[in-house]
């Protein structure tokens, strides 16, 4: 053998040695991350005696269906989500958005499970949106507040079948619209908020728009929606069916309680306290609102009249 042939030998085993130790490095389950972590700790799949700084970087080693764990309170940076995948973090861990960006970002597939929890996402008043949706098959948030952006949440997803659920959350204080929850291309969005404090934003608190491909069913319970300059809750649809129900839910001062417009809306309500708004609530071209007959509605400016009843089987 001459010496080309065995440098040839030597550069062949080097390259599938690298790529085998590639291969290792996005392979693991679980990487964490800490404030006093080094992104070059991707090396070791950013374990937890040697974890990464941000979410971003531990993502890179993170097979589908893993966690990125968070150990300690810090900023760990946005992240852009392209599969599976579990984000936890701890009291005072956050993702600090930067101007006109956006925190979590999900582009996943269209079955693919996503879950946020325990995370403090912050805009500063000049980031664009905390979570934004394009595509995935079912995200989950719990324990998060999500603040100080223009839209807490857009979940404008394009999976044919999807779910959002969102429990003991907060969205506050962000210029546009607390949660948006507006599937484009979808035959049919399910979502149900537990035990959401949606509070201060400056245009609507929870907005359901429905998507023109589907049906859209969303559910709010235990919840408090208060003192958002537009609607607390306010559900839109031109051209299939759309159904917001609310349940054992506080909307005070707001702009008006809650609304719906259009034909292939309805809302419905019940065992709630509609108080404060400078309207109760309204319902415009065709739409229906409906009470179970078990609501509280009082000191409302205006239109706080008895609602539409439905049976209450």
């Known amino acids: ?3 080309r042939s065995s440098l040839a030998k030597s550069l062949c085993i080097a390259v599938v040695t690298l790529s085998m130790g590639e291969a290792a490095h ?17 090396a070791s799949n950013c374990s937890h005696a040697a974890p990464c700084r941000t979410f971003a970087a531990a993502l890179t080693v ?4 893993g966690e990125i764990v968070a150990l300690d309170p810090a900023g760990y940076g946005p992240i852009t989500i ?10 005072g861990a956050a993702i600090n958005v930067p101007s006109a960006g956006t925190g979590i970002a999900i582009n996943a597939g269209p079955n693919d499970s996503v879950r946020v929890q325990g995370l403090l996402i912050d805009g500063g008043l000049v980031g664009y949106e905390g979570i934004e949706v394009a595509n995935v098959g079912s995200l989950s948030i719990e324990k998060c507040v999500v603040r100080n952006l223009i839209n807490g949440i857009d979940f404008n997803n394009l999976a044919s079948i999807t779910n959002l659920m969102i429990a003991d959350s907060t969205f506050e204080n962000n210029s546009g619209d607390g949660i948006l929850i507006d599937p484009f291309d979808t035959v049919r969005a399910t979502a149900v908020l ?12 929870i907005v359901v728009t429905g998507s023109p491909f589907g049906q859209t069913f969303v559910t709010v319970s235990d919840s408090v929606i208060d003192g958002n300059d537009g609607a607390g809750a306010r559900a839109a649809s031109d051209n ?7 349940f054992r839910s506080v909307m005070a001062n707001n702009g008006t309680g809650f609304t719906a417009d259009g034909g292939f809306t309805a ?8 108080t404060g708004n400078a309207n109760g609530w309204t319902a415009t071209n065709g739409a229906l609102v409906q009470s179970y007959n078990d609501n509280k509605m009082n000191w ?8 539409p009843l439905i049976n209450n089987k």
């Open 82 to 91: 392209d599969r599976p995948l579990t984000l936890v973090g701890v009291p």
């Open 62 to 65: 993170v097979s589908p269906g």
């Open 267 to 274: 809302l419905v309500v019940g065992q709630s306290e509609i």
């Open 300 to 307: 409302n400016t205006a239109n706080e009249g008895a609602l």
């Open 240 to 246: 299939v069916t759309t159904v917001v129900t609310v």
């Open 26 to 42: 996005a392979a693991t389950l679980r990487a964490f991350v800490s404030g006093v972590g080094d992104n070059i700790n991707t």
């Open 194 to 205: 537990t035990r959401v404090n949606v509070s201060k934003n400056h245009f609507d608190g």
């Open 1 to 3: 053998m001459d010496w």
